[in-house]
């Protein structure tokens, strides 16, 4: 059966707030604000960037390659996580095209990290930075991400074929 050759995916993440953690989005440290509470270090945007490549090359998702359940993925770094996922998709003749995600949160501020976050995601994607959006909105104060409890991540990501036969490999 040929895949083809472009492959869009979705992934979501979202976390409550912890004031024990250090804040980390996309790889990029966020001063002065609570963390996410999670089994590895929380990084939503990370983990909703690999749901939606994992998604796309139909490989599964984030918890499956990575169970919380595995003391080893604790308090993991998830762009290592990330990076991981680019590589499965690379074996799967996939690569990244391009990366659109929102953050979802009253607090903090997106917008002053958004180009770091896009540097550090493109490094780890191996794409050109203007492949990658990150962007925040708020939630009008509704609900619990608008009450400040924790945030939420959407990502889209599109793949597409690295070979020019379409066929998948099969070793």
């Known amino acids: 059966m040929k895949m083809g050759s472009m492959r869009i995916g979705f992934g979501y993440d979202s976390h409550r707030f912890d004031e024990a ?3 980390v989005l996309g790889g990029v440290r966020i001063p002065d604000h609570p963390g996410l509470l999670g089994h590895s270090d929380g990084d939503a945007i990370a983990h909703a960037v690999t749901d939606a490549l994992l998604g796309a090359a139909a490989l599964g998702d984030i918890g499956q390659h990575f169970p919380p359940s595995e003391s080893q993925w604790k308090d993991a770094d998830s762009m290592e996580l990330l990076a991981r996922a680019v590589e499965l998709i690379g ?10 995600v929102t953050v979802i949160t009253e607090q903090p501020e997106i917008a002053p990290n958004a180009q ?4 550090r995601l493109s490094e780890v994607l191996g794409t050109a930075p203007d492949a990658i959006s990150v962007k925040g ?5 509704m609900g619990w991400i ?6 939420a991540v959407h990502a889209v990501a599109l793949l597409e074929r690295s070979r ?8």
């Open 21 to 23: 953690r250090p804040l």
């Open 146 to 151: 608008g009450s400040g409890e924790g945030m």
């Open 91 to 100: 074996e799967s003749d996939l690569r990244v095209c391009n990366v659109d």
């Open 116 to 119: 770091e976050m896009v540097a």
């Open 164 to 171: 020019d036969d379409g066929a998948r490999r099969t070793s």
């Open 137 to 141: 909105k708020t939630n009008e104060g």
